[in-house]
């Protein structure tokens, strides 16, 4: 069966830095266009970067651009978002998906910055 892993949440203050990871199982990972997404409380789930299957090609949401990093080893069957200058508002819970049509998702790890 198929799963995706996050971690690395937590609670950081504002301007620090967090990196997140997705472990994938179930999957031929390197065939696999990767994301990550998030929702905060009381918004809904926006796009915040993907990957392509050779780690060539990124893509990240306006809000996050030129603060988080995205990247992935296919040989750990891992995908990473490097998360710095982190503010409140990128309080949300993270989540990994696999595929470029979204094709599974993970359960998420929490991410909290406090001001």
């Known amino acids: 069966q198929v799963q995706l892993v996050e971690s690395g949440g937590g609670l950081v203050q504002a301007g620090g830095s967090l990196r997140l990871s997705c472990v994938a199982s179930g999957l031929t990972f390197s065939r696999y266009d990767m994301g990550w997404f998030r929702q905060a409380p009381g918004k809904e789930r926006e796009f915040v970067a993907r990957v392509s299957w050779s780690g060539g090609s990124t893509s990240y949401a306006d809000s996050v651009k030129g603060r988080f990093t995205i990247s992935r080893d296919n040989a750990k069957n891992t995908m990473y978002l490097q998360m710095n200058s982190l503010n409140p508002e990128d309080t949300a819970v993270y989540y990994c998906?696999?595929?470029?049509?979204?094709?599974?998702w993970g359960k998420g790890t929490l991410v909290t910055v406090s001001s």
């Open positions: 998906t696999a595929g470029v049509a979204m094709d599974y």
